[in-house]
C-alpha cells in the first residue's frame, strides 16, 4: 500500500513539474460581443481542420471568460481562433501571436468584430475578425444614416461592409466580408417627382406602372448609363403597407468590379410607402450562384429600413385581413399539428406502457407470439428459484 501512495505522489511530482516547465500556456478569452458563444476552435493558421470544441458543451456569456488552455507547441506559430455565437455566426480572428499572451478579448467595434490581445507587459494588438459568407440569418448590428435629411437610417449584417466608392448623396455601397463569388449591394433613398407620387396614390394598377417606368432609368442612375443590359420580368407586390416592384436585370460585370468582363445578374427592388416617404431601392448583383441569397438580404435591409408610415396603399385594408387571415390560418395549422403529434406521442406512450405491463423480462428467449410464460411457471426463467433445474436457458 505504501509503495502504491509513492507512486502516485511521485507521479502527480512529475506532472506539476512538467507544468512547470511550461508544456502548455492558460489564456483568458473575455466574451464582449453582442450574443453568447456557444463554440470556441483553434488552430494553425491556414489549418481548416477545427478539430474538437474548446468548450465542450459549455457556452460563454456576454461579459464572462473562459479559461483557454493551449499545447506549447500550438503556440510556437500564429494560430486561427474560431468562435461560434449562438446564432451560429462563425467569426474567425487569423493569425493571433499567442506565446507572450494572458486575455484575448473578442469585441464589436460598431463596424467590425475583432480580436483585442493583451500580452504579460500590457501591451495590445488588435486583429479584425473574417465572418463567414453574408446570410438572410444575420444579425443587422451595423447602422448607416441613408438620408439625414429624412432622417432615415438603414441596418445591414455584420457580414457585409461599406464599399470604398465615389460619395453617391443618399446612397450607400456594401459588399461581402468573406465571400469568394463577386457581388454588390446598393441601398438608395431616391426622390420622388410630384407626378410619380400621383401615379403611386392612386390604384394598384397605376403604382405598378409607375414603378415599372421608374426601374430602368434608377438601374442606369445607380451604376453607370452604359453599365445596364436588360431587364428581364418584374413582379409586383402590393403589401398593403407599402407597394413594390422587383425585377430582375442583365449588368455588366465592372458593376462589381472593373476586372469583370463577363455579365452578371442583378436583382433591383423598389418599396415606395406612401406620401412624405422617399422610395427605397435596393440594387443587389452577383453572380448566378450567389444572386438569390443577395437578393434575399436587401429585402430584409428594406424590412427594416427606419421608415414609420401610417399609410396604406388602395387595397391596404383588404391585403391587411388576408395578411392576417393568411397568418392566423398558419398558426392554426401549426397548433393542430402540434396537438396531432402530441396525441399520437401520448398513445405511443401509452402503448409502449401497457406492452412493457404484460411483457415478462426474464421470458425473453420463450415469449412467442404474444403467448407470455407467466413468473410462477416452473420452466420460466424469472431468476427467482434456487433450483438449477428450473432454468432450461442455463444449458
Known amino acids: 500500500m505504501k509503495k502504491k501512495l509513492s507512486l502516485i505522489l511521485a507521479f502527480t511530482f512529475f506532472t506539476l513539474l512538467l507544468s512547470s516547465c511550461g508544456t502548455g500556456s492558460k489564456i483568458s478569452v473575455l466574451n464582449s460581443l453582442d450574443s453568447e458563444l456557444a463554440e470556441l476552435y483553434t488552430t494553425s493558421s491556414g489549418d481548416e481542420d477545427l478539430g474538437d470544441n474548446l468548450l465542450k458543451g459549455k457556452s460563454i456569456k456576454e461579459g ?3 479559461s483557454l488552455s493551449l499545447e506549447k507547441k500550438l503556440l510556437a506559430e500564429p494560430v486561427d481562433l474560431y468562435a461560434v455565437d449562438a446564432e451560429n455566426t462563425t467569426y474567425r480572428f487569423p493569425k493571433l501571436d499567442l506565446k507572450d499572451s494572458k486575455e484575448v478579448e473578442l469585441t464589436y467595434d460598431k463596424k467590425t468584430y475583432v480580436a483585442v490581445i493583451t500580452d504579460n507587459k500590457g ?11 453574408p446570410s438572410p440569418d444575420d444579425k443587422l448590428s451595423n447602422e448607416v444614416a441613408l438620408s439625414e435629411a429624412d432622417d432615415l437610417t438603414v441596418l445591414y449584417p455584420v457580414t457585409m461592409r461599406e464599399k470604398d466608392v465615389p460619395a453617391v448623396e443618399k446612397q450607400i455601397h456594401l459588399e461581402a466580408v468573406n465571400d469568394t463569388t463577386p457581388n454588390a449591394m ?3 433613398s431616391h426622390t420622388l417627382e410630384a407626378a410619380q407620387h400621383d401615379g403611386l396614390n392612386s390604384t394598384a394598377e397605376s403604382a405598378k406602372k409607375t414603378l415599372v417606368s421608374l426601374t430602368e432609368g434608377l438601374c442606369k442612375t445607380m451604376t453607370a448609363d452604359d453599365m445596364f443590359i ?21 449588368m455588366s460585370g465592372e458593376a462589381i468590379d472593373s476586372s469583370i468582363s463577363t455579365p452578371v445578374r442583378g436583382v433591383l427592388e423598389c418599396r415606395y410607402y406612401g406620401p412624405g416617404s422617399p422610395l427605397l431601392v435596393a440594387l443587389s448583383l452577383s453572380d448566378e450562384e450567389g444572386i438569390e441569397n443577395y437578393s434575399k438580404i436587401a429585402s430584409i435591409i428594406l424590412d427594416n429600413a427606419s421608415i414609420s408610415s401610417d399609410w396604406k396603399t388602395s387595397d391596404g385594408v383588404a391585403v391587411a385581413e388576408a395578411k392576417a387571415a393568411e397568418k392566423a390560418k398558419a398558426e392554426a395549422d401549426a397548433k393542430a399539428a402540434a396537438d396531432a403529434k402530441a396525441a399520437a406521442d401520448a398513445q405511443a406512450a401509452a402503448a409502449a406502457a401497457a406492452a412493457a405491463v404484460q411483457s415478462d423480462p426474464g421470458d425473453t428467449w420463450y415469449d412467442y407470439d404474444g403467448d407470455y410464460y407467466d413468473d410462477y411457471d416452473p420452466w420460466s426463467d424469472a431468476g427467482d428459484s434456487d433450483d438449477e433445474w428450473s432454468d432450461p436457458g442455463d444449458y
Open 64 to 66: 464572462d471568460t473562459f
Open 123 to 133: 501591451d495590445t494588438i488588435t486583429v479584425e475578425a473574417i465572418l463567414t459568407a
Open 186 to 188: 446598393i441601398i438608395r
Open 230 to 250: 436588360n431587364r428581364i420580368d418584374d413582379s409586383f407586390t402590393d403589401d398593403g403597407a407599402y407597394y413594390a416592384l422587383q425585377a430582375n436585370v442583365w
